[in-house]
């Protein structure tokens, strides 16, 4: 099985989440920054690579991961090992800026718009007030 890590980045305005999702590299669906694991690179520190060249941001990538989920890449079975990223910084200008939108969502609204249906559930087991406290984990993480 193909290795994959990603992020799901998120800030914090007027104590309330809000998650920047991406779309995909065909423009057809949104979704989080990820991508292989890079040879000698950590999944959290690949992830980070990930979401500066997809989504132009910068912050901090918080480990352990939350959970995995599994996609078909190219007929293959891959799994991507999915980290929360407190953003810091958005730059206008990025690797991937002219290939992907981005945009800020509630965290109810960016479970509507994915459309995989694991990404879905572990969108849906964020606690919010988790995130805002700075305990910075979900359920997942947990089992």
Known sequence: MFRQSGV???RIRSRTIEILLITTSSGNHWGIPKGWISLFMS????????AWEEAGVLGSVITPAIGDYQIRKWGYP???????????????QYPEVKQRQRQWFSLDKAIKRVKD???QRLFSQVEPSLLIDGIKRSKLSQR
């Open 43 to 50: 999944p959290a520190d690949s992830a980070a690579k990930e």
């Open 8 to 10: 799901i980045p998120y």
């Open 78 to 92: 891959c799994q991507v090992k999915v980290f929360f990223m407190q953003v810091q910084e958005v730059a206008d």
């Open 117 to 119: 249906p694991e990404l």
